[in-house]
């Protein structure tokens, strides 16, 4: 279903803001240290042919007089096969950590984010950790929604109401499926999420690292959605010329589960994605 596709979209975006830049200068930190705000430009590919395109960049101490280390950063992303955008500001003060917003727009969800986050140091003096606490509004598009639910064909469809399959089952059982036939089922046509992410990085030398990540995150409030993610990145670092060249393969998964959907014989669904994938990236940081 492209609707659930989207939504595993957005859940891996959200995931990815919450790894997002914190304070320290240029040149004072390791490339894949969400702090370091040289300016980039970069492309990757999953394991699907999708191919994602980022630019962007930050500036250091634009105000302060110097006295203390301030961030500002844009980065932007755009999705070849989706052809979802998003967008991320983010500004980050050594006095206080960083706040930051993040706007990603799919086919069929748009989410925004706000977050906090705060870095740390392990006792090891090398691992780097950044834990966020994050709210997210979640907007459906319902009527695209019914759009792409009419043009996809779910055998009998009668028969799965208890099996837990979920909306596309429900939903093609409907006939004239409409912007508030679907309102009806999710329950609503927005969602408040509270979220926790914990973003670690683990320099081996120079050359090779690691970054790993836990997100987790719930709704409180509209369209009931749990969300869970998992990454895990190894990279190498070299240069050319005078840039700072990174190659990656990274490994995610992403479920996804709407509760309480109202079916139309009545009784209550869920719909539950799971997306696993693997990609590689190239990274220059300028």
Known sequence: MKNLQSLTAAGLALTTLLSANVLAGEGEVHDADPRNTAWRGGIATDDNGEIKLVAGGGFNNLYGGGEYKTQT???????????????????????????????YLTDTTNMYTGGYMLPLTATNGKTLLFPSVNYSYVDFDTDQIAQNIRGTIVPNAASDYSSGTGMASSLSAVRG????????????????????????????????????????????????????DLVLLQG???????????????????????????NPIGSKDYLRGEEAKVSIGFDWRF
């Open 73 to 103: 950063i844009m980065i932007g992303e755009y999705f070849s096969q989706s052809e979802d955008f998003r967008f991320r500001l983010a500004n980050f003060d050594e006095r206080f950590g960083g706040v930051y917003a993040d706007f």
């Open 177 to 228: 499926v409409n912007s508030g036939a679907v309102k009806q089922v999710l329950g609503g046509d927005d969602a408040h999420m509270f979220s926790v992410n914990l973003y670690g990085l683990q320099p081996w030398n120079e050359t090779f690292y690691t970054v790993f990540q836990a997100f987790g995150g719930s709704t409180y409030g509209g369209v009931e959605m749990e969300m869970v």
């Open 236 to 262: 190498t670092r070299t240069k050319i010329g005078d840039a700072v060249f990174n190659i990656y393969l990274e490994g995610k998964y992403t479920n996804i589960k709407i509760n309480e959907l109202n």
